[in-house]
């Protein structure tokens, strides 16, 4: 019985990494592509409309998550960590949950801002904002003091609005629109194993500290500001032809 039981949760766990790991690759690859053929120029205002999905999606699917988790008697299902930090602050269920689709309302504001400010002071620029914006953000959540917490809601939902956009738009920036396609498979399955390397880190923190979330944000910030300092060496355009070929027909005037 112990032994078909660890079986189930086995298989249930391979089965979902290989679905989820499908679904996301194909939804991240194909449409990164399709920007950087189709908008090589434009690629950070038409990133910014193009990362609203992940914000509307949430707004759509937590509610309906908490409603079926609730209806069907499941107390600890799956949650964002954002709605068990809310918990940790004080808030109802509903209300962290309430909170959670505020900040992907947030998110779609985000999307286009980040996504304008790529536009106007390129990627790189616009990366080092970011990394400064979420830090502080992060850190203001973990203060636990009520009118920060309240302002970290605002960044955080605005940092989660652009934050997809910089996979795509560094990418293109660097590599050019040539070399995308190729360098993005590699940069992508990256992207990938650091994202999930989150929820070990919560989990640990949350283990050490006995259910608390407060620190996982601290150390989120500092890898934030970590990341921003790596941008920071950066050459933005080294192997991008039409950067390059842009740059000669400028010159030639």
């Not at 790189?124 to 203001?140: D, N, Q, T």
């Not at 921003?228 to 400028?250: A, P």
Request: a positive charge.
């Amino acid at each position: 019985m112990e032994f078909t039981s660890i079986f189930i949760h086995a298989m249930y766990t391979i089965c979902m990494c290989i679905v989820v790991g499908c679904v996301m690759s194909a939804g991240y690859i194909s449409g990164g592509d399709l920007v950087t053929q189709w908008f090589p120029k434009k690629k950070g205002i038409v990133m910014g409309y193009t990362t609203m999905g992940h914000n509307l999606a949430s707004v759509a699917y937590v509610p309906l998550i908490t409603f079926l988790v609730g209806r069907y008697g499941i107390g600890n299902g799956v949650v964002s960590q954002m709605v068990l930090r809310n918990m940790e602050l004080g808030f109802s269920r509903t209300q962290a949950t309430l909170i959670l689709s505020l900040v992907a309302c947030i998110g779609l504001v985000g999307s286009f801002f980040i996504g304008f400010i790529d536009e106007r002071m390129g990627t790189k620029k616009a990366m080092i904002i970011f990394g400064v914006w979420y830090a502080l953000s992060l850190f203001a959540n973990a203060t636990n003091n009520t009118v920060l917490v309240y302002l970290s809601i605002f960044m955080i939902g605005m940092s989660i609005g652009g934050s997809a956009n910089f996979t795509t738009s560094l990418t293109t920036s660097v590599f050019g629109r040539q070399g995308f396609s190729k360098v993005n498979s590699v940069i992508f399955p990256i992207q990938g194993a650091v994202s999930a390397f989150s929820f070990v880190v919560n989990g640990m923190v949350s283990n050490i500290t006995g259910g608390s979330l407060r620190y996982s944000y601290v150390i989120f910030g500092i890898i934030s500001i970590l990341s921003m300092l790596l941008v920071l060496f950066v050459d933005e355009y080294r192997f991008n032809k039409d950067w390059h070929q842009g740059k000669t027909i400028e010159e030639k005037k």
